[in-house]
C-alpha cells in the first residue's frame, strides 16, 4: 500500500508541476525501461546521461534522441555509484557486489583502473585526478593512486560503517556520514574528527553533498533533506518527506533540485538559487528529489520501481523562484508592444506608508526587497519574442496601509502610460506584455 501511495504522489506532482508551478513536460521515459536502475548521473556533455543498473551494466544515453548508444558490463551485481573527476575527464564506478571499483575514461568508455577491495566498499570518490578514496564495511577509508601503488594508503579509521563522504579539496577535509552522525575529518591531522554533528531521528544518514562552503545538505533513509551550518554545528532548515526518493547519483555535472507541497501547491526549486532562511519554511513538505544537468534543460525524477521519469525544461534555466510558486498570480494588465527595450519607473503615487517590492522578469529577480517612495525609481526591461513577457510585482510586506500598491510608468517611442497594481502576501499582480513583430 504504501509504494501504490507513493506511486501516485509522484504521478501527481508531474501532472501538477505544468500547471501550477513551472513549465515541464514528460519526455519518454527511455532510461532503464529494460533493467531497474537506480543510479544515473547527467555528464560533461550535456546531452549524454550514464547509468548504472541492478544487473552490473554500465549504459550510455543520447537523451535528445532517446536512444541507448552502448552498453558494457561493469560489475557483477548492482552498481552503486557514478562519480567523476573534477575536470570530467574521469569517472568511477563501485558495486558492494563484486567488491570492485573501477576509474573510466568518460571519452574513449573503457576501463583504466580495477581496484578490488577485500572487505564490502560503501563508497569511493575521487581524491584528485589520479587518486580514489574508497570507504569500506570496517569503517577503514583507503587511498588509492592510479598508477604508484606505494603511494596507497589508510587514511583513517572510523568505528562505524562510513555511508557516504565529500573530499573538500580546499580545507582538506573529509566529509563522513554514518548512520548516526556527520563527521568533519582534516585529513592533516585525522586521528580525531574536528567537530561530529548527531542526528536526532531515528532516520539514518545516507548521502550528503555541500550545498555552500559553510552549508552541508544531508539525506536521511526516508528521503528527508537537512541543512547543517559547519560554523555554528546546527540544523539550518529541514524538509520532511513524504517518501524516500534518494537513489539518485549527485556530482558536479548534477544540479539537484526538489519538489514539494506547499498550500497544495505543486513546487519546484532549484536549490542553487534560494533563501534557507527566508523561503524554506515548515509549510513546505518534500515530495520527490530530481537531478538536472548544467543548463537546467532536462530534470530526472526516481522511481521506488528503479525506474526514472525523464523531463524536459521548458524555457531552459527559467526555474522560477521559490517566492513566486508560493503565492498566486493576478494578471492586472496586458500589454502589447513594438519596442524590445522598454523604459520603467516605479514609485508610491499615494501616501508612503513603507511598501517593499520585489519584481520579477520571465521568472528572474530584476529588483529586490525595494521600498517605494515618492521619488522614481527608472530602470529598462528587455522582452523576448515569441513568449508571454511577466513582469511580477511581489510584496515584500504590505506596509502600514495594505494593500502594497506601487506606479508604474512605462515608456517607449510613441507609448507612455502610468498604471497602479496592487498585491499582498496571498497574489502578486503582474503586467502581461506580448512583443509584436515588426
Do not use: C
Not at 565529500?166 to 556527520?182: G, R
Not at 528527508?224 to 518527506?241: G, H, P, Q, T, Y
Not at 526555474?319 to 496586458?334: A, G, H, M
Not at 529598462?380 to 519574442?385: A, F, G, R, S, T
Request: hydrophobic share 35%.
Amino acid at each position: 500500500m504504501k509504494k501504490i501511495k507513493n506511486i501516485l504522489i509522484a504521478t501527481a506532482i508531474l501532472a501538477l508541476l505544468d500547471a501550477n508551478a513551472q513549465n515541464v513536460e514528460l519526455t519518454k521515459s527511455f532510461v532503464g525501461n529494460s533493467e531497474k536502475s537506480e543510479i544515473i548521473s547527467f555528464t560533461p556533455q550535456d546531452e549524454i546521461l550514464l547509468s548504472g543498473d541492478f544487473s552490473g551494466y554500465l549504459n550510455y544515453w543520447d537523451i535528445p534522441n532517446e536512444a541507448l548508444i552502448s552498453s558494457k558490463r561493469a560489475h557483477f551485481g548492482k552498481i552503486n555509484r557514478i562519480e567523476f573527476s573534477e575536470n570530467g575527464e574521469y569517472f568511477l564506478t563501485y558495486s558492494s557486489d563484486d567488491k570492485k571499483v573501477k576509474i573510466w575514461n568518460f571519452a574513449a568508455q573503457d576501463t583504466l583502473i580495477n581496484f578490488h577491495i577485500e572487505t564490502t566498499p560503501h563508497f569511493a570518490i575521487f581524491y584528485d585526478q589520479n587518486s580514489a578514496l574508497i570507504g569500506d564495511e570496517n569503517g577503514t577509508i583507503f587511498h588509492k593512486d592510479f598508477y604508484d601503488t606505494e603511494k596507497d594508503s589508510v587514511i583513517y579509521k572510523n568505528s562505524t560503517v562510513v555511508d557516504d563522504a565529500v573530499f573538500n579539496k580546499i580545507k582538506n577535509e573529509l566529509v563522513i556520514t554514518t548512520k548516526s552522525l556527520i563527521n568533519i575529518i582534516d585529513l592533516n591531522k585525522p586521528n580525531k574528527p574536528r567537530f561530529s554533528i548527531e542526528n536526532s531521528y531515528s532516520s539514518n544518514f545516507v548521502k550528503t553533498q555541500y550545498y555552500s562552503p559553510e552549508i552541508l545538505m544531508t539525506w536521511s533513509q526516508n528521503g528527508i533533506v537537512s541543512f547543517w551550518d559547519i560554523n555554528e554545528k546546527k540544523l539550518i532548515r529541514e524538509l520532511r518527506a513524504k517518501n524516500d526518493f534518494h537513489e539518485l547519483s549527485i556530482n558536479q555535472y548534477s544540479k539537484v533540485l526538489l519538489t514539494g507541497y506547499y498550500k497544495d501547491k505543486a513546487l519546484l526549486f532549484d536549490l542553487q538559487n534560494i533563501d534557507l532562511e527566508q523561503e524554506l519554511d515548515e509549510n513546505i513538505q518534500l515530495v520527490n528529489t530530481y537531478l538536472t544537468n548544467d543548463y537546467k534543460r532536462f530534470m530526472i525524477s526516481s522511481s521506488e520501481q528503479g525506474r526514472h521519469r525523464l523531463m524536459r525544461v521548458k524555457g531552459g534555466d527559467a526555474i522560477k523562484p521559490l517566492s513566486l510558486q508560493k503565492r498566486t498570480i493576478e494578471i492586472q494588465k496586458v500589454i502589447t508592444v513594438n519596442a524590445r527595450i522598454l523604459r520603467l519607473s516605479v514609485w508610491d503615487n499615494e501616501k508612503v506608508d513603507g511598501d517593499k517590492i520585489s519584481l520579477s522578469l520571465n521568472g528572474k529577480w530584476i529588483i529586490r526587497n525595494y521600498e517605494i517612495i515618492k521619488d522614481k525609481r527608472h530602470f529598462e526591461i528587455e522582452l523576448v519574442k515569441g513568449q508571454v513577457n511577466q513582469l511580477v510585482f511581489f510584496a515584500e510586506n504590505l506596509g502600514r496601509i495594505p494593500p502594497n500598491t506601487s506606479a508604474i510608468n512605462i515608456q517607449y517611442e510613441g507609448y507612455n502610460k502610468t498604471h497602479i497594481m496592487r498585491s499582498n502576501m496571498e497574489k502578486s499582480g503582474s503586467i502581461n506584455f506580448y512583443l509584436e513583430e515588426k
